[in-house]
């Protein structure tokens, strides 16, 4: 069974699990879509970077993350439905993800989240952290390391993200010294939200993942306010690193995180303590590469069998 993944090529979150998943499973990955058994197109976006002939020869499997119900349009129907002809199974991170998708599709569905790196993401000290970071140790660090604009203008909030939302509760965050740490690409409405508030922040924009790996251990609290989400991975990494994080009830929240730790931001704000921290550091272990990997091998394999 050789698999070729469809990676985007964006030096984004895609892209480090394509590379994670072929280099810790060289047996069944595939660099050449031709000489591959199985096409599967983790990327559902660039579908058509694929020859129709393969699409029609091979097995097809297709990973939709999540689909933002405000901007799936009837071309993004009529899109879905073309490239279905093709697919022979769907893989989805989360159960709400399935749940949109059951309703336009009748092929199979499987849910399972990705996995963390623990090579990459693991508690780090928190002083070390703000020190490699030039991050004062009196400040209050809130974190969030995901894109807010959208790129059709740089301008406007991509709403599925909640940057409007995270902004209301960072407001609502009454600490001394706090500072909003900011991670990722195009942050440019969250950061002129902070300007007109006069909330300071420090923005590294697209860092290596040593660095951030220090900027997650140096938050006193992540915060993840998105309206829609497949993941987000985020939730897996500060939860690896023991990092004190709430979220929205979106994607693998409610596998992962503590009860208490999923928030209705910013309608409700919860801190989480240390007992929170660990139960979803327990909870998040399952899901480390060496181990959870074998559950996308299993499922590649009884393909075959298929």
């Not at 030039?134 to 790129?151: L, S």
């Amino acid at each position: 069974m050789k698999i070729f993944s469809l990676a985007p090529k964006e030096n984004w979150i895609i892209d480090r699990i394509v590379k994670e998943w072929n280099s810790n499973n060289s047996e069944m990955a595939c660099n050449s879509a031709r000489d591959s058994d199985v096409l599967w197109v983790i990327s559902p976006w660039l579908w058509r970077n694929i020859p129709i002939s393969l699409l029609k020869e091979k097995k097809v499997v297709v990973t939709i993350h999540h689909i933002v119900p405000q901007k799936f349009t009837k071309n993004s129907l009529r899109e879905f439905l073309e490239r279905d002809q093709y697919v022979d199974w769907y893989h989805v991170p989360c159960q709400k993800t399935k749940v949109f998708i059951s309703k336009i599709t009748k092929k199979p569905i499987k849910v399972m989240s990705f996995w963390y790196n623990p090579a990459l993401w693991y508690p780090v000290e928190k002083t070390h952290a703000r020190e490699s970071l030039d991050v004062p140790k009196d400040t209050y660090v809130v974190g969030n390391f995901q894109r807010d604009t959208e790129g059709s203008d740089l301008i406007s909030p991509k709403l599925e993200k909640g940057p409007d939302l995270f902004i209301e509760t960072v407001k609502k965050i009454n600490k001394n010294n706090l500072l909003v740490l900011l991670g990722g690409w195009r942050r440019q409405y969250v950061i002129n939200r902070l300007d007109e508030e006069n909330i300071p922040y420090k923005y590294i924009e697209m860092a290596p993942y040593n660095v951030l790996r220090n900027m997650y251990a140096a938050c006193d609290l992540y915060v993840v306010a998105s309206r829609t989400e497949g993941g987000p991975q985020a939730i897996l990494e500060a939860a690896a690193m023991k990092v004190p994080i709430i979220s929205r009830d979106v994607g693998i929240a409610s596998s992962i995180l503590d009860k208490k730790c999923i928030v209705d931001v910013p309608k409700e704000l919860y801190f989480p303590v240390k007992a929170d921290v660990e139960s979803c550091y327990n909870n998040v272990l399952r899901y480390k590469l060496d181990t959870h990997i074998n559950q996308f091998k299993k499922f590649f394999n009884n393909l075959e069998q298929e």
